[in-house]
């Protein structure tokens, strides 16, 4: 959607972007704080996510969570709120008719919240029914064990539930005064922003009745680090084997290296046709796969996940080893990247077709580290990768020797090892 972009920094420490979006029918709110998981000792590991659940609840203004909901939501608008490692954020979505009201509730929820004892004892047990839904998930639970064994900040949902009963009331109070803070709030706000509107939410943030803090929480420093051996979780009742191999770099991608290693996770297994993906499904080895690139403030990482039947395992893990290193000795043809670039280029306009897919355009990067992305100049960068570059930067993820490898299921632990020994060729 066409849209400009305005940073506002306000002058009690609050900053945050106005994606104003011309004739927009929706508007769209991200308020995050730097307030996850990492603050907190592991023994309380669950306080962020409850006060999360409790926070858009009871307040000083509607003293009933089911009341302030209705309210809420009489017309149609949606909120939601989310906990990471490191950020809870809060998001709503309104009609245009009504977005100065739904501004008002939202920051009313967020600055005045009551955290009534009957709310954190309903919301204890949703979050313990969250946690245990969740557990269920297997990749997700190979995925946070893969995270914590490599020395990320990082629990399984099975650890957290059995963790939980740590928390109360108070602790969900302590860790809100510590982190509700202006100076560690950032905001992302799209849709229909005209200056007097973009002064009335200034005006608003402005005033909002947080004290100033001390500034901007610092996020943690995590150094990955490689696993000689396989992560195996042992599952009798799963057949096939879910497993999750990383690769780290022990630095932030540059953009351009980032644009690079984009293009070459879609090129092996985004679509029916990449190389590593599709080359299995031709041969019935698997239904489906996933990679992608994640960062954090001092590392960067390359992922790859699947679940398959263990006599199909060994020919898709070649599938796998052998594409990489056709690509790390420059194995790509012209028209395999400019297939790619078109590939990404469609993928680019798919993503800002709604108010809220252009506002997460900007808001996961300028929340992490508060870059404005220049969304118009994204066609011109992946324009400009060139085969090297997808090299360089795939190359540069190996050489640093920091890798692990997991699965879940019931091969067992021999079978796994004969895995891990297929990959290692990868590395140094």
Sequence with gaps: MKHTVTEVVLNNGAKGLFVHIPNATVMSFEISFRAGDYLVDKTKWETPHLMEHILLGANELVPKAKAFQAEFE???????ASTSAYDITYEAECADFEWDRIAGLLQTAITKPLFLDEEFEAEFG?????????????????????????????????????????????DVRNHYKRTHTTRNMRFVIAGNLPHARQRQLSNLFQQTELPNGEGRLEMPTEIPKSLTSPLYIANETVENIYFN??????????????????????????????RILGTARERGLVYGMSSGIAQTKNSSNWWFCAQVMPKNAIALIDIIK?????????????????????????????????????????????????????????????????????????????NGNIWGFGGLGSCGDDFLGGLHKELSPLWP
């Design 74 to 80: 009489k017309n149609g608008a949606y909120n939601n």
């Design 126 to 170: 949703n979050v313990r029914e969250e946690l245990t839904s969740r557990s269920n998930n297997h990749f997700r639970h190979l995925s946070l064990a893969m995270r914590e064994a490599c020395g990320f900040v990082a629990l399984t949902d099975h650890q957290r539930v059995q963790l939980m009963d740590n928390v109360n009331i108070q």
């Design 245 to 274: 191999l990383d690769t780290f770099m022990l630095r932030r991608l540059t953009d351009p290296e980032s644009d690079a290693l984009q293009l070459i996770n879609s090129m092996l297994t985004e679509t029916l046709y990449s």
């Design 322 to 398: 052998e594409e990489l290193l056709k690509v790390r000795a420059g194995k790509l043809s012209d028209q395999d990247v400019a297939d790619a670039k078109q590939y990404a280029l469609g993928k680019y306009q798919r993503s800002g077709q709604t108010v809220s897919g252009t506002a997460a355009g900007y808001s996961n990067r300028y929340f992490f580290e508060e870059i404005i992305d220049d969304y118009y100049k994204i066609p011109a960068r992946i324009e400009a990768i060139q085969k090297a570059d997808i090299t360089c930067i795939v190359e540069a993820m190996f």
